[in-house]
């Protein structure tokens, strides 16, 4: 059975979280309808995990596409290397893709999969904190583009996710700490108890206790589930879920995909978003210092980029998919456990916190 599941009608589907899945045969060929599979993963994640796949999928007809690792990969001409791979083997539309991997190839693939042959399914098998918590939930699919992070993609949901929480044991520190970002987001955003139960159990998660860690990953991915079933497309509350990512996607297009990890600039931006909330007098000081604490214990960066200067932010979030109407739209938190949408911001209170 699985853990979640995500409805969206006739696009619901399961979100498995547990121990050692990557042995479950069953539980991957249930959710292939064809014979043909293609999987999709990069140069540090082959050798840990793919052949482990493969051999839970010896009934299919199998290849695999790996990419470099890194955020910089996320980029068109990869996404034009794996079609120029699917065309080449002659995948049909009865083939699945497989993303193994991080947010970058679950993104990638995703978006593969919305465009190949006008949609083929494809399934998320995310082995990251930040892709297990956050980006393979919900259907946003991507690549980045040099003036823009995420400017090209698609609303495309999976067939199913696959969280097998033995895979967070290979992951570096630093890696592991820029998913917390999105972990805590979710506590600042909309769910207070989850806010003080992470200030509680910082320990536990940074030990990788797997009983803390599947109920962590459990608590982000019902969440995401709940707010993408009201609004898949992002045309109202979903936007909620970019608290952050307005000031941290100006830092890694100024800073170059990468150099910052998504998790690192999320991490510099919700710190920048609460200090903006104390500037309009929407949030406490002392909830402000509780954020900055909490982030902090998981040795992620407060502070934006010395490099980076007013007009460097400006100039990248005039880009910003939330903007309507040419007006700066950000996520601010109001309280720990509540944000909103503000299009009232000024370039001078930017340049207050800035």
């Not at 290849?63 to 065309?87: Q, R, T, Y």
């Not at 190949?116 to 995310?126: E, L």
């Given at each position: 059975?699985?853990?979640?599941?995500?409805?969206?009608?006739?696009r619901?589907?399961?979100?498995?979280?547990?121990?050692?899945?990557?042995?479950?045969?069953?539980?991957?060929?249930?959710?292939i309808?064809?014979?043909?599979?293609?999987?999709?993963?990069?140069n540090?994640?082959?050798?840990?995990?793919?052949?482990?796949?493969?051999?839970?999928?010896?009934?299919?007809?199998?290849?695999?596409?790996?990419?470099?690792?890194?955020?910089?990969?996320?980029?068109?001409?990869?996404?034009?290397?794996?079609?120029?791979?699917?065309?080449?083997?002659?995948?049909?539309?009865?083939?699945?893709?497989?993303?193994?991997?991080?947010?970058?190839?679950?993104?990638?693939?995703?978006?593969?999969?919305?465009?190949?042959?006008?949609?083929?399914?494809?399934?998320?098998?995310?082995?990251?904190?930040?892709?297990?918590?956050?980006?393979?939930?919900?259907?946003?699919?991507?690549?980045?583009?040099?003036?823009?992070?995420n400017?090209?993609?698609?609303?495309?949901?999976?067939?199913?996710?696959?969280?097998?929480?033995?895979?967070?044991?290979?992951?570096?520190?630093?890696?592991?700490?820029?998913?917390?970002?999105?972990?805590?987001?979710?506590?600042?955003?909309?769910?207070?108890?989850?806010?003080?139960w992470?200030?509680?159990?910082?320990?536990?998660?940074?030990?990788?206790?797997?009983?803390?860690?599947?109920?962590?990953?459990?608590?982000?991915?019902?969440?995401?589930?709940?707010?993408?079933?009201?609004?898949?497309?992002?045309?109202g509350?979903?936007?909620?879920?970019?608290?952050?990512h307005?000031?941290?996607?100006?830092?890694?297009?100024?800073?170059?995909?990468?150099?910052?990890?998504?998790?690192?600039?999320?991490?510099?931006?919700?710190?920048?978003?609460?200090?903006?909330?104390?500037?309009?007098?929407?949030?406490?000081?002392?909830?402000?210092?509780?954020?900055?604490?909490?982030?902090?214990?998981?040795?992620?960066?407060?502070?934006?980029?010395?490099?980076?200067?007013?007009?460097?932010?400006?100039?990248?979030?005039?880009?910003?998919?939330?903007?309507?109407?040419?007006?700066?739209?950000?996520?601010?938190?109001?309280?720990?456990?509540?944000s909103?949408?503000?299009?009232?911001?000024?370039?001078?209170?930017?340049?207050?916190?800035?």
């Amino acid at each position: 059975m699985p853990t979640l599941q995500l409805e969206l009608g006739s696009r619901s589907y399961p979100i498995y979280i547990d121990s050692g899945l990557f042995n479950d045969a069953d539980l991957f060929s249930k959710h292939i309808r064809g014979k043909r599979v293609c999987i999709v993963t990069n140069n540090v994640v082959a050798p840990l995990y793919l052949d482990a796949i493969k051999d839970k999928l010896t009934q299919f007809s199998l290849d695999e596409v790996i990419l470099p690792d890194g955020e910089a990969e996320k980029s068109l001409a990869n996404f034009e290397h794996i079609m120029s791979h699917l065309l080449a083997n002659e995948h049909g539309r009865d083939t699945t893709l497989i993303a193994l991997g991080g947010g970058v190839i679950g993104d990638i693939t995703g978006f593969a999969a919305a465009c190949y042959q006008r949609g083929i399914d494809f399934i998320q098998i995310p082995t990251t904190v930040l892709s297990q918590v956050d980006s393979s939930v919900g259907g946003k699919t991507a690549v980045n583009h040099p003036l823009g992070k995420n400017m090209i993609g698609a609303f495309y949901q999976p067939k199913a996710v696959i969280i097998d929480i033995n895979s967070l044991a290979t992951l570096p520190v630093r890696e592991f700490n820029a998913g917390m970002a999105e972990v805590i987001k979710y506590g600042i955003l909309g769910d207070k108890d989850f806010f003080v139960w992470l200030e509680n159990n910082i320990a536990q998660i940074k030990s990788g206790d797997k009983q803390t860690l599947s109920i962590m990953i459990e608590k982000c991915c019902q969440c995401k589930a709940d707010i993408v079933a009201s609004d898949e497309t992002e045309a109202g509350v979903r936007a909620l879920l970019n608290l952050g990512h307005t000031f941290g996607h100006a830092i890694e297009a100024e800073q170059g995909y990468g150099n910052w990890l998504h998790g690192e600039a999320v991490a510099t931006g919700m710190v920048l978003a609460a200090k903006l909330a104390v500037a309009m007098n929407l949030l406490e000081v002392s909830e402000l210092c509780r954020i900055e604490s909490l982030i902090k214990a998981f040795d992620l960066p407060l502070i934006a980029p010395e490099s980076m200067d007013l007009d460097d932010f400006v100039r990248h979030m005039r880009r910003d998919k939330k903007n309507i109407g040419g007006k700066l739209r950000f996520i601010i938190p109001t309280s720990i456990g509540q944000s909103e949408i503000r299009d009232d911001v000024t370039v001078e209170m930017l340049q207050q916190i800035l």
